[in-house]
């Protein structure tokens, strides 16, 4: 084709892309289902994971839970339990009056289950024997949702080297070996959804947290990589969405504080709140999502202003050492415990 008639359609396309965008906020688009199929969530045991098991489970899905800690991943299990439960009673108060088509309503509930794994998933073998178990045990995965996190709360220079590279290995590092486990049965398929729980400092960045914000900045460029390349493969069945949300009120950063004035405007996010717009994301193949909207026009400023602009900015907000109440907690938490072992 002719450069310059390629050229014209490509701005055509990009035009278009602008109005179908437009379209998706004016009319809801339909979500998708995922009933019967396999969702794996990792760090399910508690915060965003939990929240997204439960949720997956009312919409039917089959969960397949990882978590490191064992009991909180079983407590996860037990809700969504309690959930499968529900819904069956309500399928069979509900039989007697479906007629035809309805009983295929009712049967998908009677095989739902719910599988736990205790993995560690910042150690790569560890990632691919329990895959291999998932694989053998349930079947093969249609819905891969990486979620485990965690922070060191510590100033670079005092952060001890075991707990960057924990750090990175976790947030960062396991995308990789998940993605490697489930996606070649995904790519034979064509059939799969990729979610990618990073944070709004996976696209810009504070001071004091350069492990976290390094790790999730590592997550999101390879969620785009790879979103990428299952373009450039045409593999169009595959879905991929990010989500980056701004500070959720889980106890994870606890501590941390914009400027006082600013915060009634910009309060850390309900979990449930940002779960649920994590879903709707999911489910209408949204291939990214920043809770709140906000962020989009944070990080639109961030990529074209000039780095003392955004300090000033950061400043005036707060945000410039945002993180160090959370991490003066951390510390003070860690020296009582100390204190207590005698150390």
């Known amino acids: 084709m002719n450069i310059l008639l390629e050229f014209f359609v490509v701005t055509f396309r990009v035009l278009w892309a602008f109005v179908l965008a437009a379209a998706k906020w004016l009319v809801r688009p339909k979500e998708k289902s995922v009933a019967g199929q396999v969702c794996l969530i990792t760090g ?11 949720e997956f489970a009312r919409r039917r899905a089959l969960l ?13 299990a037990g809700m969504v339990r309690h959930i499968y439960r529900e819904m069956a009673e309500e399928a069979a108060a509900a039989a007697p009056g479906v007629a035809g088509d309805g009983e295929k309503d009712v049967l998908p ?4 289950q719910v599988y736990t794994y205790t993995c560690d998933v910042g150690k790569r073998e560890n990632v691919y024997l329990t895959a291999e178990r998932v694989r053998k045990e349930v079947g093969e995965v249609s819905v891969l949702v990486n979620n485990a996190g965690v922070v060191s709360g510590h100033h670079l220079l005092e952060c001890p080297d075991e707990l960057i590279e924990r750090t990175m290995m976790v947030n960062c590092h396991a995308h990789f070996w998940t993605t490697k486990a489930f996606l070649p049965k995904m790519l034979e398929m064509n059939h799969g959804h990729i979610v990618t729980v990073a944070s709004s400092l996976g696209l810009f960045s504070t001071a004091g947290v350069e492990d976290y914000c390094a790790s999730k900045f590592g997550a999101v460029g390879f969620h785009e990589s790879l979103s990428h390349e299952l373009k450039a493969a045409e593999k169009d069945g595959i879905k991929t969405t990010l989500v980056c949300p701004y500070l959720v009120d889980t106890g994870m950063f606890r501590g941390c504080r914009i400027r006082k004035e600013i915060e009634p405007f ?5 979990p449930e709140y940002c779960v649920k717009q994590a879903m709707r994301a999911i489910l209408t193949d949204q291939p990214m999502i ?42 003070q938490a860690t020296n009582n415990n100390e204190a207590k072992n005698g150390i």
């Open 266 to 270: 910009l309060p850390p996010l309900k």
């Open 44 to 54: 399910a045991g508690s915060g965003l994971g939990r929240l997204f098991a439960l």
């Open 64 to 76: 397949v839970l990882w978590d490191i800690n064992t009991q909180s991943n079983e407590e996860t």
């Open 109 to 112: 509930h009677c095989n739902l």
């Open 290 to 331: 920043c809770t709140p909207r906000l962020m989009y026009m944070v990080t639109f400023m961030k990529s074209i202003l000039p780095f003392e602009a955004v300090v000033c900015m950061y400043r005036f907000l707060g945000a410039d050492k945002c993180m160090y109440p959370f991490i003066a907690q951390r510390k």
